[in-house]
């Protein structure tokens, strides 16, 4: 069993810039696969980035060049540094595990409005 929680949503102005964190406790390996989701009202959940086995990433393009993902296999950590956030980054921001099975965090919401 997986447990993740995240840290670091708030309010940002447009063209601001948010770090959040991902913590996760129980077995969990740096091949295994950790990133992050996000679900704007009335949307579907969609992926913004992930990062698995050897350190790949895969970023959704509405953020790449903006957002990076990175993790601390020494502390179970995922982060995700967003910068030059816009009104559309508004969203829930859920953290993702895949090991035999998918798991997620409560989510933390992002909002970026002036």
């Known amino acids: 069993q997986v447990q993740l929680v995240e840290s670091g949503g708030g309010l940002v102005q447009p063209g601001g810039s948010l770090r959040l964190s991902c913590a996760a406790s129980?077995?969990?390996?740096?091949?295994?696969?950790m990133g992050w989701y996000r679900q704007a009202p009335g949307k579907e959940r969609e992926l913004v980035a992930v990062?698995?086995?050897?350190?790949?990433?895969n970023y959704a393009d509405s953020v790449k060049d903006r957002f990076t993902i990175s993790r601390d296999n020494a502390k179970n950590t995922v982060y995700l540094q967003m910068n030059s956030l816009k009104p559309e980054d508004t969203a829930v921001y859920y953290c993702?595990?895949?090991?035999?099975?998918?798991?997620w965090g409560q989510g933390t919401q992002v909002t970026v409005s002036s």
């Open positions: 990062t698995g086995s050897g350190g790949s990433t």
């Open positions: 129980g077995i969990i390996y740096s091949k295994n696969a």
């Open positions: 993702y595990a895949h090991t035999q099975y998918d798991f």
